[in-house]
């Protein structure tokens, strides 16, 4: 089943929105992953220096200093960052930018394999209320959001840690413990939300992980925060960190680095989480993608790298509905 929803997805998208040309020569997946420390195959960043953190809920003291931030876009933002294993990618990218990142996680020893002590790490679960603290939010800009779960039964879901819980009840609790003030909320949801019973979302569905992830998108758009959602398609490009439809297929985006975005939940395809992680770091700074979402797949190409310019004119072609669902 898990292959039949996986093949399903992997089908050709119906193109439509933005798309940055292909002979764009700026930006190199295979080059920026091993400047990232990682390998196109591999799990981890170079640094393995050990990290810190304190008992759930407590922010860790300063972090080590992130490298020298020159563009104040970078340098004034404090991101918190929730399941930050599975963002990986972008915390990586904010740390390489020179952005200061705070990251919610359940398993701080993770957050040390990969990251080091180059962020600070407070340890909390998305599905207990209690565990988000006002020191928490403590100076915080911006809030990336890539928590989740497998779409089916797997070890990930022990101990409840269900589509339910994951996409719908932590992110609610999530989105109600954010100050007002903070600039932007990203959140990472998926394509096919709004088609959850149609296929072949209904069987990627069968378990409601697009009804929840839906439920959590509809409680940000209404709770009055300055919000944008990137629907990624499957997800491919290491590292590998989930036991789900990928994992299982080894999929991987090879030369496709180009982007294609959409609004109106129309795309179907595959979506490199470079390009995703790289889609949300981006969208925290354009005004235009304020009150916004998009669908994200990848195709063959070098696309907009990490290029500010190229990413503002994706997401101003990709449009600006006034009417989102
Ligand atoms: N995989 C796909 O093909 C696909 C397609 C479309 C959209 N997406 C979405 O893209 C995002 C990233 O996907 P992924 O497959 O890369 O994710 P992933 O590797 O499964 O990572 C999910 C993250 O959520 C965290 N998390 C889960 N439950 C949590 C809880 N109760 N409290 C705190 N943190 C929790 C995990 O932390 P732990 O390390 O502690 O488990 C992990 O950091 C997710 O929002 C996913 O739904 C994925």
């Known amino acids: 089943m898990a292959v039949l929803a996986a093949v399903a997805l992997g089908a050709q998208p119906r193109i439509r929105g933005a798309h940055i040309g292909r002979n764009s020569r ?3 997946a295979s080059r920026r992953l091993d400047f990232l420390g990682f390998t196109r195959s591999g799990k981890r960043l170079r640094s393995s220096s050990l990290g810190f953190c304190k008992p759930r809920g407590v922010v860790a003291a300063a972090a080590s200093p992130a490298p020298e931030a020159t563009d104040s876009r970078y340098s004034q933002k404090l991101v918190l960052v929730v399941g930050a294993t599975g963002g990986q990618l972008a915390v990586a990218s904010l740390l390489e930018k020179g952005v200061e990142v705070r990251a919610l996680l359940r398993n701080a020893e993770k957050a040390r394999s990969l990251f080091g002590d180059k962020l600070q790490v ?3 679960d998305t599905r207990n209320p209690e ?3 006002p020191s928490m939010f403590e ?3 911006h809030v990336l959001c890539c928590t989740g779960t497998t779409a089916f039964p797997s070890k990930r879901w022990a101990g409840d840690n269900t589509p339910e819980q994951t996409d719908w009840m932590g992110v609610r609790n999530l989105i109600a413990a954010v100050p007002k003030t903070i600039q932007r909320f ?3 949801s998926s394509v096919g939300v709004t088609k959850c019973d149609q296929l072949p979302w209904n069987i990627m569905n069968l378990f409601g992980v697009l009804k929840y ?5 509809d409680f940000l758009r209404s709770s009055g925060l300055p919000y944008t959602i990137i629907r990624p398609g499957r997800l491919t490009d290491g590292p590998y960190t989930s036991y789900d439809l990928n994992t299982l297929l080894k999929a991987t985006s090879g030369t496709r680095r180009d982007v294609i975005l959409g609004q109106g939940d129309t795309l179907v395809g595959e979506a490199s989480r470079i390009m995703v992680a790289e889609a949300c ?3 925290m700074d354009l005004e235009c993608t304020c009150g916004q979402t998009y669908e994200l797949n990848s195709v063959q190409g070098d696309g907009p790298g990490a290029d500010c310019n190229k990413w503002a004119k994706l997401f101003v072609s990709a449009g600006t509905s006034t009417n989102q669902v």
């Open 26 to 28: 700026d930006f190199s």
């Open 131 to 133: 565990d988000f603290v």
């Open 213 to 217: 992830k839906k439920m959590g998108e």
């Open 186 to 188: 990203v959140l990472v």
């Open 281 to 283: 770091i981006q969208a």
């Open 122 to 124: 407070v340890v909390g």
């Open 139 to 141: 100076g915080v800009t």
